[in-house]
């Protein structure tokens, strides 16, 4: 009498299924339709789910991530010129993206990065190779990453189609972060104003953190808009 339930948090650009294919299969034959549940922890992953396994989207059920509502905020810096980034150092972020724009912008700005992945050590490097090492940082995995994130001004997530869901970017939002994020399905499922989207490109990414210089009453009022849309859909208190 045991049911089974698997956990989907994969994004769009699903590169192999079928691993996860064959193993959903043989539960199915073992315990029966009626025994088993997907559960998809955002919108965006229950959209990419059903259109990869149609034969199995009767099963699957939507079930938002839900989100630690933080005790203390971040309180942003003075300095204009901050950002910082909290992911992976994997193929489907883009830290070498940011380091790139910052070097083509030339107007001394820093950026923190907290995260450990198999991509760091590039990352190390390129900042070397640009000359960036004063205005890079990078800290590792950290406890509490947020705690550190008082010397920021700006949250910039950047990711590709393979992020379900953009827990962290959430999780700025919530501290109080005034965020910029990449076009892609999971930021748009919080992120609907597309002055605070970039593409994954060196241009786009620029115009992005201009506006948001520029425009900082803007940029903060509407991160409260999000922030009451998150309290009210994923929250989970501590």
Partial sequence: GKNAFFIIH????????????????????????????????SSVVQQSFVKSFPFLSSLQELVNNGIPVPLNSVTPSEDSYSFSSVSRFDNSKFQDLIIRTLKERGLNEKVHFIGDG???????????????????????????????????????????????????????????MRVIASDISASRSIIKNQDFLFRNEESSLSRCLDFALHNVDYHANYMLELKDSILQNYSVEE
């Fill in 10 to 41: 994969i994004g769009t650009k699903i590169e192999d299924f079928s691993i996860f294919e064959r193993i959903s299969l043989r539960v199915l034959r073992s315990i029966g339709r009626k025994r088993i549940k997907f559960v998809c922890v």
């Fill in 118 to 176: 198999v991509n760091l050590e590039k990352c190390r490097e390129l900042s070397k190779n640009l000359d960036m090492e004063g205005s890079v940082t990078f800290s590792g995995n950290l406890r509490e990453p947020f705690s550190f994130l008082n010397t920021a001004q700006i949250f910039i997530f950047a990711a590709d189609e393979r992020e379900g869901f953009g827990l962290v970017l959430y999780e700025a939002i919530l501290r109080g």
